[in-house]
T-cell receptor, first 114, second 109 residues
């Protein structure tokens, strides 16, 4: 079984709709992250959480919100989707106690906003 | 501003060696990562460098020079399955990862 899972894997929605992307992990990691990836650009950090009570904005948080429901679950919401939020979204986790704090990624959610 | 530079695309031949360069300008340095990403899939961790020098891991090696803001990923005995994008990322003084846009590596028979 995959250590980091994301649902849904693909989603097509319309402008103005509210969308939630979910991420779950069985790695037991404290830290969780949401990124988006666009063609020709590096991964960009949307939000990150170092534990259940800690939520931080990343580079491009406008238009997004998150919820850390448990150590293992971190969801990303688009309150009112717009076409330029069409992208590949990745959840990642890392281990606060690890030597390198390496990030491990889920399979991604491909979101299309029409 | 913070910047990670990598070539956009490289082509190499099966069985050969290829070196993918990464230069960075970041506010602080707390380690450099290389990831492999096949098209439409998740990035997967390849290597981590925090001290100057070469880290070898099977067919893949990664080098770091902090004074030059430079790293490279060396792939030996190239296989067709090595066709992928290779992402360079630097952890800055705020412990955030700054990502390069990635180098698409095309392997030809």
């Amino acid at each position: 079984d995959a250590d980091v899972t994301q649902t849904p894997r693909n989603r097509i929605t319309k402008t103005g709709k509210r969308i939630m992307l979910e991420c779950s992990q069985t790695k037991g990691h404290d830290r969780m992250y949401w990124y988006r990836q666009d063609p020709g650009l590096g991964l960009r950090l949307i939000y990150y959480s170092f534990d259940v009570k800690d939520i931080n904005k990343g580079e491009i948080s406008d238009g997004y919100s998150v919820s850390r429901q448990a150590q293992a679950k971190f969801s990303l919401s688009l309150e009112s989707a717009i076409p330029n939020q069409t992208a590949l979204y990745f959840c990642a986790t890392s281990d606060l106690g690890g030597d390198t704090d390496t990030q491990y990624f889920g399979p991604g959610t491909r979101l299309t906003v029409l | 501003g913070q910047n990670i530079d990598q070539p956009t695309e490289m082509t190499a031949t099966e069985g050969a060696i290829v070196q993918i360069n990464c230069t960075y300008q970041t506010s602080g340095f707390n380690g450099l990562f290389w990831y492999q990403q096949h098209a439409g899939e998740a990035p997967t961790f390849l290597s981590y460098n925090v001290l100057d020098g070469l880290e070898e891991k099977g067919r893949f090696s990664s080098f770091l020079s902090r004074s030059k803001g430079y790293s490279y990923l060396l792939l030996k005995e190239l296989q067709m399955k090595d066709s992928a994008s290779y992402l360079c990322a630097v952890r800055d003084s705020n412990y955030q990862l700054i990502w390069g846009a990635g180098t698409k590596l095309i392997i030809k028979p």
